[in-house]
């Protein structure tokens, strides 16, 4: 079956961005080992160029990908990511009503079992409730949010958002088992409702920022109209 080409969203001499599809790893990684597809050498094989990751992406959200197309490139433009000088912004899919703001300042634990400092600041956007029992409760209920993580923490938003008590449909194992259930069983749906929507970063070499935006993927669009979360 031949896969789509990538959506590129942004692109010169120094810089590529792609909105990258939910399920697609960024790169090689021991974690998934016995996987041979990656969006490394699906983007250096669809544009002829040698590319060099500069973040990374779950593989469980889609959105916004920054590549550089040279070393130098990329060590500068990680730098403004180390300095926290990046503004990220996501939308998901949480259970329940969400707060209308709320920042986050919990430290994670990441796998080699080192605590981390930890700072996300979200902003619901809308919220539903559907005539569907669900447990002890008449009805079900959900919110479209944005996440602005101010660290780089793996798993960031999808564990502050668990701590919260709020997780992200679809999230596994982040989430809540009981909502996934309810998802694939009455929609049919196992995709993770995480999006990187935005990425504001400085330019290495113009003198401007770059605003890169990423539409949203087709199931989730799909939820957004079941859940009635649009407009």
Not at 13 to 32: D, F, M, Q, T
Not at 106 to 135: C, H, M, S, V, W
Not at 207 to 229: G, N, P
Request: aromatic share 10%; charged share 30%; glycine share 4%.
């Amino acid at each position: 079956m031949e896969r789509k080409p990538l959506e590129i969203i942004y692109q010169d001499e120094y810089l590529v961005a792609i909105n990258k599809p939910h399920g697609l790893l960024v790169h090689r990684s021991w974690i998934a080992a016995q996987e041979t597809v990656f969006a490394l050498q699906l983007l250096r094989d669809q544009i002829q160029k040698k590319v060099f990751p500069i973040h990374r992406l779950d593989r469980k959200t889609s959105g916004v990908l920054l590549f550089a197309l040279d070393k130098e490139t990329a060590q500068l433009v990680q730098e403004e990511f180390v300095q926290q000088r990046v503004i990220k912004k996501y939308v998901a899919i949480v259970r329940g009503y969400f707060p209308e703001t709320i920042e986050v300042d919990y430290p994670l634990t990441n796998d080699r079992n080192k605590k981390q400092d930890a700072i996300t600041f979200f902003q619901k956007i809308k919220t539903t409730e559907l005539d569907l029992p669900f447990g002890k409760h008449l009805t079900s209920r959900y919110s479209l949010i944005q996440a602005f993580p101010q660290t780089g923490r793996q798993h960031q938003i999808r564990k502050h958002l668990n701590h919260l008590r709020h997780p992200i449909i679809g999230d596994r194992p982040h989430g809540c088992n009981k909502q996934n259930r309810l998802f694939k069983e009455k929609w049919d749906f196992t995709t993770m409702l995480l999006h990187a929507k935005e990425l504001k970063i400085k330019h290495p070499y113009l003198e401007e920022v770059l605003v890169l935006e990423a539409s949203l993927s087709s199931d989730f669009e799909r939820m957004m109209d079941v859940l009635d979360l649009n407009g």
